[in-house]
């Protein structure tokens, strides 16, 4: 069956368990939550271990059917999680159809990954559907977005009126995990409340995470003495590399997608809302678009990755050194090479 993370949040408390699941779509905080919610009921129904493998070009399935079909001789159950890294390739989607129809024994096996909604009808997804559960995530509209605030608040006990809820939506600009953050801070600092739009906006002015956001418009703007004063000001302040990569490599994220629908459709407002490029977003991506060309695009999403592995420590190198390059290059600044 296909169903939603609500509904299938639902299912798992009141006691649901599929042996083979998928959880999909476009938006990582649901698809993390669900996937959460997931191993929760899991570890309670006594599967106790957890199997974790990356899916990449190249994986080696033969190794992973084996070990998997192998677990029933010590009559552990397993939780075996299979995370996407990219839309699977021919022999991925094959041997995911094998598991789907087949789960090893003693086994729940679960399949999480970004989708985009043609990837979504895919064969093998759709053999997770026909033999076990298929979970998506929809892209979150601008006009959902006050109202998932607003209930996600009711479950902290926090009421927001509308034009509350309309300005937190504006400033998180259509983003899930931003405006998660926004939502357990406002749940700590004003447990039972009632809050109209001046106390949101006071709650949130001081958020650092804007000054990412301030960050990243001047580096697209094209404003380079900005932008390495805020990054700057960033790094005395100590905040975390990861947190200033992500505001980076969304909007990088988002040039490059916008650039890719251009050739075929020159209707950039039309094209902005498909990307979900909302509000003041708008402007420093427009900027960015009339100076970059996809080589560019490409490089620099290369160089934003390689400054993320650098950062939680899978490369070596200086964090700070990697970003600020990178905030440079995104801001026009010619670099000489290494």
Known sequence: MR???DSFQTALAKGQLPRACLITGVEPLLIDEAATALRARARAAGYGDREVHFIERGFDWDALLMDANSLALFANLRLIELKLRNAPDASASKNLVKLAAAP???TVLLVTGELEPK???SAWVNEFERQGTVVVAPAMTRERLPEWITRRLQQHGVTLESAAAQLLADRVEGNLLAAQQEIERIALLKPGSTLGADAVAELVADNARYDVFELSTAAFLGNAPRALRILDGLSSEGREPPLILW???NDLRAVSRVLQREPNDRNIDGIFRAEQVWGSRQGPIKVALKRMRRAD???LLTAAARADRIAKGSLRGE??????GLVARIAGVKLAAA
């Open 319 to 324: 964090p700070w050194v990697e970003i600020t």
């Open 104 to 106: 090893p024994a003693d």
């Open 297 to 299: 695009i490409d490089a």
């Open 119 to 121: 990837q979504q009808k």
């Open 247 to 249: 505001a980076l490599l």
């Open 3 to 5: 169903t939603t993370p």
